[in-house]
């Protein structure tokens, strides 16, 4: 069974780029970690998949419950060393009006990767036992923009990470006409789309056509781009419940349409998370 890793966006930090603090709670540390447990969306967005995992090897490999559940216990205590977020900490936006806009380069849209701590981590990735589970649009294409050229998407803002995801899609169109066509508008698409490329049992040459395709340049080959790549799971985050003006069913129906690859896909969100991490954890890919 792979080792589990949770891996995240960044951390927000008050409007003035100070630490936001935890509710005091008895035993709990006092400022947010990666992906915090304690966090509001951390039951939907990171317990949802976990579970659903759990019960899909509940019916495929029943004997590998326990392993996989002390794996589940690695990485959701409050303080976890297997739970990590791609882009620093970064200060939120003024909320609510009348607010006095932020300091400069406080509170915008621009991430910032730390460069030696991720270029460390991508270089000792052990791509066949570990399984990173890789959360929402901007950390998912903000990880393969990076790989693909990192000296680009080291200080990326959202409408960059946005196009960048955008000329992967068309990259992957023109690579496999079977991918054309499938209504790349919505981001939970995109990730769905890419969830497939990395998870798909016949999906590696694709990967690596469009990631040609766009050219990488850095320290990293096309050979480790895929191998990384093709040890994660790429997954929603609020994606799933607020992707523009879709309703919360129709955006996971997006990722769920393209990470199956087809129309009518019957399965739920959740069934497709959990068969992916169940299969992908016990070394296998999706058919």
């Known amino acids: 069974m792979r080792r589990l890793w949770l891996v995240g966006e960044s951390l927000p930090l008050k409007e003035d780029g100070t630490q936001r603090k ?25 317990m949802k998949p976990l579970f659903a995992a759990g019960y899909a090897l509940s019916q495929s490999h029943a004997d590998q419950l326990l392993n996989f559940f002390q794996e589940m216990k690695e990485v959701v205590s409050d303080h ?52 990173w589970l890789v959360f929402g649009h901007q950390t998912n294409f903000g990880l393969l923009w ?34 054309a066509g499938g209504g790349y508008g919505q981001l939970s698409s995109r990730i769905g789309l890419l969830h497939r490329l990395c998870t798909g049992a016949d999906t590696r040459l694709t990967l ?24 994660t799971v790429p997954l929603l985050h609020n994606e799933g419940y607020q992707d523009g003006t879709n309703p919360t069913g129709n955006a996971q129906g997006h990722f769920v349409r393209l990470a199956k690859g087809k129309v009518d896909v019957g399965d739920l969100y959740w069934q497709v998370m959990g068969n992916a991490i169940a299969t992908r954890i016990m070394d296998g890919f999706v058919e």
């Open 22 to 46: 935890a509710r005091e709670a008895a035993g709990l540390p006092p400022t947010l970690v990666p992906l915090d447990p304690r966090h509001g969306v951390f039951p939907n967005l990171v």
């Open 80 to 131: 976890s060393g297997r739970r990590f977020n791609f882009f620093d900490n970064r200060p939120t936006r003024p909320k609510g009006r009348g607010k006095e806009a932020a300091p400069e380069n406080l509170g915008t849209d621009q991430f910032a990767v730390p460069d030696e701590d991720m270029t460390v981590r991508i270089k000792s990735f052990d791509t066949l036992n570990t399984l």
């Open 208 to 231: 690596e056509a469009a990631v040609s395709k766009l050219n990488p340049v850095g320290p990293f080959s096309l050979t480790r781009i895929s191998e990384v790549m093709r040890a």
């Open 146 to 179: 990076w790989l693909v050229d990192k000296a680009a998407a080291d200080k990326p803002t959202k409408v960059q990470i946005k196009k960048f995801s955008e000329q992967f899609v068309n990259a992957v169109c023109d690579c496999s006409p079977a991918h």
